[in-house]
């Protein structure tokens, strides 16, 4: 699978990059726009203006930006990414769940569901979903959500029936304050590449299955890279009627459906 379109506007490689969970990456040079939108350079004048009247979260002043092309549900997708930070990568779990939600997307009912993606990054499975015709939340931390933002109403104005939502959502905490069970509730929780080696996977464990109610389906694709992606493996079963749906071994990407057990 190569859904990942090379940019023509992808300026000159650097030589040296630091390493992300998935191995090294060469950055791009492409700065921010000093108005702070944070747009990718050359681009502003398209869509500038609808951007500022929306955009509520400001991006990260990376020192470095590029623009990634993919093709989705037959649209051209543009995501600013920043290897400065791991949430501004999309990553193979990430491309893996757009495929797996395009081609399923009658199966799902996609149209009009409410969904919440966790741990959203620059954003392209919740841009995939709105377009699908989802209403989609897009959750991360904080320092994440301006350049998000940016990226979902870049893709997703005049193309999607609902615009998404941006907010933030720290894994384990506030959850109840921020997401009460008696106000919100989703057909679907998204998630991608959300497990690797971080010390955090006890509370996104516990976020997961807070954010299912009866009824709730969980879709949560990964590169399995680490002995430690499989033992959360192990404990996520033990909490959800779990089906894997869908394989991609040349990205070592499995895609699961899970459902909160209840008894």
């Not at 897009?138 to 350049?147: E, F, M, Q, R």
Request: net charge negative; aromatic share 12%.
């Amino acid at each position: 699978m190569d859904v990942c379109l090379s940019s023509e506007q992808q300026p000159g490689r650097l030589q040296e990059a630091p390493c992300s969970p998935d191995g090294c990456l060469e950055p791009a040079e492409g700065a921010p726009q000093e108005d702070g939108t944070g747009g990718p350079p050359g681009d502003s004048n398209k869509i500038e203006p609808s951007l500022r009247s929306l955009q509520k979260f400001v991006p990260t002043d990376y020192a470095s930006y590029t623009q990634e092309h993919y093709m989705f549900a037959g649209t051209k997708i543009v995501i600013q990414e920043s290897i400065e930070s791991y949430g501004a990568v999309v990553w193979p779990g990430a491309t893996a769940l757009c495929q797996y939600l395009e081609e399923h997307t009658e199966e799902l009912n996609l149209q009009d569901a409410k969904i919440l993606e966790i741990g959203a990054g620059p954003g392209l499975v919740s841009i995939v979903a709105s377009i699908l015709g989802a209403q989609v939340t897009a959750t991360d931390l904080p320092d994440v959500l301006g350049n998000l933002q940016y990226n979902l109403l870049k893709n997703t104005l005049k193309r999607a029936a609902h615009l998404p939502e941006v907010r933030e959502l720290v894994w384990g905490e506030s959850l109840e304050q921020h997401f009460p069970k008696s106000t919100f509730y989703y057909d679907y929780v998204l998630a991608s590449d959300v497990v690797y080696h971080h010390y955090f996977l006890d509370k996104l464990l516990a976020t997961m299955a807070y954010l299912c109610q009866p009824g709730t389906v969980l879709l949560w694709a990964n590169k399995f890279r680490f002995s430690t992606d499989y033992e959360f493996l192990d404990k996520f079963k033990q909490l959800f009627d779990t089906t894997l749906v869908a394989e991609f071994p040349e990205s070592s990407v499995k895609v699961f459906k899970g459902i909160l057990k209840w008894d």
